[in-house]
């Protein structure tokens, strides 16, 4: 669809209070023209509020919001040219298809004659062209999605806002309209997406970059990839994929660590010699036998997962998951398990940004204590899990 004026979004140090209490807390981000950025996060996090925020329907107790060169930050919503979709699909159920989708050009006062063919643009884009006519009601879940993403985008918005657009959805619809929104973005190249969710799976398809948020924070952003490579806190790493986190102390040498009396090595990331910091290593990264660095412990807990065994082994206090493809002879419960890692696949992160005790969703924070049971990764774990 053409028409949309490529703009981008700036959070300038955005700040949102409720009564006083910050829920977002100086919010720099910056949208590119035609980017799809995730705001990922725990439930209560600041994301909606941030996208509220370039909406216009919560006004900042401070910073700016720019759309493009414009700062907007005073403009009511509807002068903003953005388009938005929330988890209920909020349709109005007394109008038809195509009345619902002319609704935001007819409030704008778009020509009557103009009206029609950009509706039927819309509906194409979406896939629903052949059910113009009928109601809300008639439609399933997903239909009505597609229509109400229809309704934002008819108005040639440069800024698409998807609010958990697909939480409302089985997990069979889900995946497929993942796979729509991915190529509803090749199709509009210049439209930039603020996509708020809370479920990893969301964010690493479809986001070119996620912003990690915690707390009304701004946790880390940068590409799916590089988080999940190199995250560079102990939240991102556990919340953008699973992670074994082990307590470790600084050595004198560059990349040399003690876990708990074992020495081991990590290239990435660095901390300063006699300093806590924690140990970052995929479980998919964790190879059974001996290697350059190498853990020994009991077998406390094995899953199988179709391609791959999730193993538990409890070594010096700590459970450590390790996903191995190849399992000739399973070891029993209780079997002494030798695993391994190279330095290469393990990152350093700082210690204790103290969590308060703050409970992490399913699946984000496998990586118990060995006196807790291990937490069964949920589909929440996603391509990496
Ligand atoms: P998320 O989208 O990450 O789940 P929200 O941005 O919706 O988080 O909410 C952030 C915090 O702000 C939460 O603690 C929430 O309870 C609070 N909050 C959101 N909207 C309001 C409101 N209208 N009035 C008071 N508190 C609110």
């Known amino acids: 669809m053409s028409g949309a004026a490529a703009s981008g979004i700036r959070f300038d140090e955005v700040t949102v209070a409720y009564d006083g209490n910050v829920v977002l807390d100086r919010l720099d981000l910056t949208v590119e023209p ?6 990922l996060g725990p439930s209560g996090s600041g994301k909606t509020t941030a996208l509220r925020a370039v909406a216009g329907f919560v006004r900042p107790a401070s910073g700016r919001v720019y759309l493009g060169d414009r700062d907007v930050t005073d403009l009511p919503p509807h002068r903003r040219g953005i388009g938005m979709v929330v988890q209920q ?5 007394h109008m038809r298809v195509r009345e619902n989708v002319a609704f935001g050009l007819k409030a704008r006062k778009t020509a009557r004659a103009e009206i029609a063919g950009r509706v039927a643009d819309a ?9 113009a006519d009928r109601h809300p009601r008639e439609l399933s879940g997903g239909q009505q999605q597609r229509v109400a993403i229809a309704r934002a985008l008819a108005v040639r918005p440069g800024v698409l806002l998807l609010d958990e657009p697909l939480s409302a959805l089985d997990a069979r619809l889900r995946s497929g309209m993942l796979a729509e929104l991915a190529r509803l973005h090749r199709e509009l190249p210049d439209v930039s997406i603020l996509y708020v969710t809370h479920d990893q799976v969301e964010a690493l398809t479809l986001a070119d970059r996620i912003a990690v948020m915690d707390s009304a924070r ?8 590089e988080l999940y490579r190199r995250p560079r806190t102990e939240f991102t790493a556990s919340f953008v994929g699973n992670a074994n ?3 470790v102390t600084a050595g004198k040498r560059p990349g040399s660590v003690d876990f708990a009396g074992h020495p081991l090595t990590v290239d990435a990331g660095e901390a300063v010699a006699g300093a806590a910091a924690i140990l970052c290593v995929r479980p998919h990264l964790v190879g059974l ?6 853990l020994t412990g009991k077998l406390a807990e094995i899953q199988w997962r179709g391609s791959t065994h999730r193993l538990y082994v409890d070594t010096a206090g700590h459970r450590v998951m390790a996903d191995v493809r190849e399992l000739r002879e399973a070891p029993a419960l209780g079997d002494t398990v030798t695993l391994h890692f190279a330095p290469e696949d393990a990152v350093l992160l700082p210690a204790g940004a103290g969590d308060g005790g703050r409970v992490l969703p399913e699946g984000a924070a496998d990586a118990g204590r060995a006196t807790t049971p291990p ?11």
């Open 34 to 39: 035609g980017e799809v950025m995730a705001l």
């Open 89 to 93: 699909y909020a349709l109005f159920p």
């Open 123 to 131: 509906l194409e884009l979406v896939g629903m062209s052949a059910y």
């Open 218 to 225: 701004l946790q880390d952003c940068d590409t799916p990839q």
């Open 245 to 247: 986190l082990l307590p």
């Open 289 to 294: 036998g001996a290697g350059p660095n190498t």
């Open 375 to 385: 937490v069964l990764a949920s589909s929440a774990g996603g391509p990496h899990a």
